[in-house]
């Protein structure tokens, strides 16, 4: 790195021993030289990879288009990929979007990659402030979310033939981004009873971001489906087109035999401005206090009952308050000892760039 002529280790690139050649692209990475790219087409994967990692992570932005560029080339390398596809992502152009989105839609791309692919084109418009390999603050300004719509338009018909769970992230992430197209592919995923009822569930909600104009007939099939994910996410389907409509359901599904549907319904009254979903928040209070509430829906009680702060559920809350021992930190947070959603949870540790230190740092 302290040469003094930087051009003889350009020259290296050539040089038939592999671990000079390795070392010659850390003594570029030091200097933070454009030259470094030439060492992307290196034999040996190992050189490779460290000018990826040299031209994405130090960063150095002027050989960043040439990264790029790599993601035509296969690869099963994670480490590599992730480089490639985020010098895509963090050039942000049509060009780009496309070769991101038919990386996506490639047989031979590993599926974990093809995943991360479709989930950038997901966040084009708002990228992230932290970077998605590094973890570092790098922000990017906002972008024109038809450029990632048309890519990923142009690549649906390949994706819809995919494996399941690329497929099925192709379906989410076009619903997101307004693709109407994707419609019938959605209602196709509700009533298909062979799909996990998570996809379903997503598919429903889907359709009803997209304001689908078939969209009462799958809350009508959701309703009656044996799968509470599923029929959680048909109430709330429905308590967005028809309030008045939902809330008898919702104040049955509070009282559910299953954790999901009590939650759900918790959560979907707490959206709810109508005069009735204050009542059945109110009511769910008293059976709080009165010790009703199975535990692992008493913190989607209180969550629901704080975002409806009327005066009659301001008291409520506080005479619960008062009912804790002490003021000791397990003592405050005993609600959230049991409940939740742990796939929740999970997607959120593994696919969200905003928490990715915790995945190390704990």
């Known amino acids: 790195a302290g040469v003094r002529d930087p051009k003889s280790l350009e020259g290296l690139a050539t040089h038939p021993s592999s671990a000079v050649r390795l070392a010659a692209v850390v003594a570029l990475r030091k200097r933070q ?5 030439d060492y992307l087409n290196d034999a040996d994967p190992l050189v490779v990879l460290e000018a990826a990692r040299a031209i994405h992570d130090m960063p150095i932005p002027a050989a960043l ?26 050039l942000g152009g049509a060009e780009q979007a496309a070769a991101v989105a038919e990386f996506a839609a490639r047989e031979s791309s590993p599926a974990a990659m093809r995943l991360e692919a479709l989930r950038m084109l997901g966040d084009w418009a708002e990228p992230s402030s932290r970077d998605r390999v590094l973890g570092m603050w790098r922000p990017l300004d906002s972008r024109d979310p038809q450029v990632a719509v048309e890519a990923l338009k142009r690549s649906l018909p390949s994706l819809l033939t995919a494996p399941d769970e690329v497929r099925n992230e192709a379906v989410k992430i076009a619903a997101a981004l307004g693709i109407r197209e994707i419609s019938p592919t ?42 509470p994910l599923v029929r959680d996410a048909a109430r709330r389907a429905l308590a967005q087109a028809s309030p008045a409509e939902a809330l008898p359901l919702l104040e049955k599904a509070i009282e ?4 999901v549907e009590r939650q759900g319904a918790m959560a979907t009254l707490a959206g709810m401005e109508s005069d009735g ?3 059945v928040i109110l009511g769910s209070l008293d059976r709080l206090l009165a010790g009703k509430v199975p535990a692992d829906t008493r913190l989607d009680v209180l969550e629901a009952a704080a975002a409806r702060s009327t005066p009659a559920i301001a008291e409520k809350l506080a005479a619960y308050e008062a009912t804790r021992k002490d003021d000791s930190p397990a003592e405050r947070y005993r609600e959230t000892l049991v409940g939740g959603d742990a796939e929740r949870g999970r997607r959120i540790f593994f696919e969200r760039t905003e928490v990715s230190c915790v995945r190390c740092h704990k």
Do not use: Y
């Open 33 to 37: 030289a454009e030259s470094v790219a």
């Open 65 to 90: 288009p040439r990264l790029a560029a790599l993601v035509v080339r296969p690869s099963q390398d994670d480490a590599l990929l992730r480089r490639v596809l985020n010098a895509n992502f963090r």
């Open 186 to 227: 959605l209602h196709a995923m509700v009533a298909n009873t062979d799909q996990p009822p998570r996809v379903r569930a997503d598919s429903l909600g889907a359709l009803t971001a997209l304001k689908d104009a078939k969209l009462r007939e799958a809350i009508e099939r959701g309703l009656a489906d044996r799968q």
């Open 256 to 259: 559910a035999d299953n954790t």
């Open 277 to 279: 979903a204050a009542r």
